[in-house]
C-alpha cells in the first residue's frame, strides 16, 4: 500500500510485520533533535516511508516544501552525492554493513548543506524492496568550522615560512605553555609555566615582573595587545628583545580558557631598531604614572648626570620593599603600584 505523503511524520502508518504498532513510537520519533527516516531503496531512488518532524528543519525546508520531494529525495543532493550515496546503499546491501556517509544537498532557500546520513537495512517494515532506517544530521556548522581551521592552518604555514616568528599559546587552567614551531605538534610544552617562569632564564630577570602581570592581566579579560620584553641566552648569556602580541581567548560562558599569541626576535626586524629598544622600554623608561616617580632606567640616567657635574658633598638615599616583586606577581601591577602610594 502506497504511503500518504501528507501524514508523512505518523509512524503509525509504517507497514510494520506481525501487526506491531508503530504508535507508541510517535512521541519518541517526533522529540528527537536529528532527522529519524525509514527509506525505501528502489534502485534508482530513495522514497521515505517516515519521516519525524526535526527531519525537516534538519534538511532545511519546512513540511509542506518538502512534500513533493518525499517520493525521490535524494533529487536534493548533489549529482555526484547522490551517485556515491546509491553505490554505498548497494555495497551496504551486498555486506549487510551499516552506511555511515556524508553529501550534500540543497536547502529549501537554495544555500548548501552538508549532512551525515547513518544508516542500516531493516527486515521489521512489509516492503517490495530494501527498507532502511536512519538518522540525518545537519553537518553544515562542523564543516564549516573545518574549511576555517584549514585556512588558520595554512595562514600560519605562510607565516612560519616566510618569516622568523613562531607561536604560542597559554593555557590558563592548566598553566601551561606550548610553544608551536610547526603547526601540527608543539615544539615545546612546559608545566607549572608560572613557577617555569620565575625560575628559569628565559625571561630577563628584570623582566619577569612585567611579563607576568600582563599575562595574568590577559587570562583574566578579553585583550589583545603587544609587549616588549627580553630573554636570555642560555648558550652565551646576553639577552635578546622580543616582542610577544597576544590575545585571550574565551568559552561560551566568557572565561578565558586560552592565551594565544606569536613571538617575534626584534634584533632580526630591520623595522625596529635594537639602540631603540635598549634606550626605552615602559616597565623601565620614563615616569610611573600612578607614582610620578622616575622609572629604573630614568632614575639612574638622572642620577649619573648629577654626579657627572657634582663638586661638592652630596648624598645618595635607597629604600627598599621587602618581597615587593612576590607581592606584585601575586596581587598584579596596579595593586603593587598603589602600595607603593
Known amino acids: 500500500m502506497e504511503q500518504i505523503l501528507e501524514n508523512i511524520t505518523n509512524p503509525a502508518l509504517i507497514p510494520l510485520v506481525d501487526n506491531f504498532t508503530g504508535e507508541m513510537y510517535t512521541g519518541i520519533f517526533n522529540s528527537m533533535y ?3 527516516a525509514f527509506f525505501e531503496f528502489r534502485n534508482n531512488k530513495v522514497r521515505a516511508l517516515y519521516v519525524n518532524e526535526s527531519y525537516f528543519a534538519t534538511v532545511g525546508y519546512t513540511k509542506e516544501e518538502y512534500l513533493p520531494y518525499l517520493d525521490n529525495i535524494t533529487v536534493t543532493l548533489f549529482e555526484e552525492d547522490e551517485e556515491a550515496l546509491f553505490q554505498k546503499v548497494l555495497e551496504c546491501l551486498e555486506n549487510k554493513s551499516t552506511l555511515n556517509t556524508e553529501v550534500r544537498g540543497y536547502r529549501g532557500d537554495g544555500s548548501v548543506g552538508w549532512f551525515n546520513i547513518r544508516a542500516r537495512q531493516v527486515d521489521y ?3 517490495d524492496y530494501p527498507v532502511f ?3 540525518v544530521m545537519d553537518y553544515t556548522r562542523t564543516k564549516q568550522v573545518e574549511q576555517e581551521l584549514a585556512l588558520t592552518r595554512e595562514r600560519c604555514r605562510i607565516i612560519e615560512e616566510t618569516t622568523d616568528t613562531f607561536l604560542f599559546e597559554y593555557k590558563v587552567f592548566e598553566d601551561t605553555m606550548l610553544f608551536y614551531v610547526g603547526m601540527d ?3 615545546r ?5 608560572t613557577r617555569f617562569m620565575h625560575t628559569s632564564p628565559m625571561v630577563y630577570k628584570d623582566d619577569i615582573s612585567f611579563f607576568y602581570t600582563i599575562l595574568m592581566l590577559a587570562s583574566r579579560g578579553v585583550v589583545r595587545g603587544h609587549i616588549d620584553y627580553r630573554t636570555t641566552s ?4 646576553y639577552y635578546t628583545w622580543c616582542r610577544a602580541f597576544y590575545s585571550g581567548v574565551t568559552d561560551d560562558r566568557g ?3 586560552s592565551v594565544l599569541g606569536r613571538l617575534e626576535n626584534l634584533e632580526e626586524n630591520d623595522e625596529y631598531s635594537l ?3 635598549k634606550r626605552f622600554n615602559p616597565m623601565y623608561d620614563g615616569t610611573d604614572e600612578t607614582t610620578g616617580l622616575p622609572r629604573v632606567r630614568t632614575a639612574v640616567k638622572k642620577a649619573e648626570e648629577v654626579l657627572a657635574g657634582a663638586t661638592g658633598r652630596f648624598f645618595f638615599i635607597l629604600a627598599d620593599m621587602d618581597d615587593y616583586s612576590e607581592y606584585v606577581n601575586t596581587h598584579g601591577k596596579e595593586q603593587g603600584d598603589r602600595a607603593v602610594c
Open 185 to 187: 605538534e608543539p615544539h
Open 255 to 257: 572565561n578565558v580558557v
Open 234 to 237: 642560555l648558550q652565551t648569556g
Open 275 to 277: 639602540n631603540a629598544a
Open 34 to 36: 536529528d532527522g529519524f
Open 189 to 193: 610544552v612546559i608545566e607549572n609555566y
Open 125 to 127: 517494515v512489509k516492503s
Open 133 to 135: 532506517v536512519a538518522t
